[in-house]
C-alpha cells in the first residue's frame, strides 16, 4: 500500500531532482508557457522552488504550497529548527547512573535501523545534541529533559524527555 506523500515530502522530492531534469518536469508536470520555464531556468534552485510549489498547489491547495516552501526553507536554508520538534521519550530502564549510550538513543528514536547503522552515523558526525556534534560512537551521554536531538543530514529532530532528567536552563 503507497502512503500518499505529504506537502513538505512533496516539495523536498522535487528540490532534489537534477537540474537536467527540470525542463521534462514542468513540461509534463505544469502548464507553465514554455517562455516561462525558460526564464525560470536560469536560477536553477529558484526554478526547482517554483516548481515544487506548483506541484503541491496542484494536490494540497495554495496554503500547503506556500507552508512546504517556507518549511524547506526554515529547515534547509536557514537550518533552523522546526516548529514541530516531536518529544522523544526516555524509558528509566535506558538510563544507567542518568546517562544513555548516544547509539541507543538514535535507535531509540527510530533515525537508525541498526547499531552498526548509527555508529556509522555519529562517526559521520550525523548526530548533535543542542548544537553540538557527537562523533564518539561510545559516547554516554547525561541527556537534560528539553535537549534538542539532531539526527542526520535531512535533520530529523526529537526534544528528549523524561521525568528524572534535569530540566535544560
Not at 1 to 17: A, E, K
Not at 71 to 93: G, S
Not at 147 to 165: C, D, I, M, S
Request: glycine residues 8%.
Amino acid at each position: 500500500m503507497m502512503v500518499w506523500p505529504s506537502p513538505d515530502q512533496m516539495f523536498g522530492r522535487t528540490m532534489s531532482i537534477p537540474d537536467k531534469l527540470l525542463l521534462g518536469w514542468y513540461t509534463l508536470l505544469t502548464n507553465v508557457p514554455i517562455a516561462e520555464v525558460q526564464e525560470r531556468l536560469k536560477d536553477p534552485r529558484n526554478a526547482k522552488a517554483a516548481l515544487g510549489e506548483e506541484i503541491v498547489r496542484q494536490y494540497d491547495g495554495e496554503a500547503a504550497s506556500r507552508g512546504a516552501r517556507e518549511n524547506f526553507e526554515k529547515l534547509f536554508t536557514r537550518k533552523e529548527v522546526p516548529d514541530d520538534v516531536p518529544d522523544l521519550q526516555i524509558p528509566r530502564d535506558q538510563l544507567k547512573e542518568g546517562k544513555i549510550w548516544i547509539v541507543a538513543l538514535i535507535k531509540l528514536a527510530g533515525a537508525v535501523p541498526s547499531t552498526s547503522e548509527g555508529r556509522r552515523l555519529v562517526e559521520q558526525g550525523g548526530v548533535s545534541l543542542d548544537g553540538v556534534k557527537v562523533t564518539d560512537p561510545s559516547a554516554e551521554i547525561a541527556p537534560k529533559d528539553g535537549t534538542l536531538l539532531k539526527v542526520g543530514k535531512k535533520n530529523k529532530y526529537w526534544r528528549l524527555r523524561a521525568e528524572e532528567l534535569p530540566k535544560t536552563p
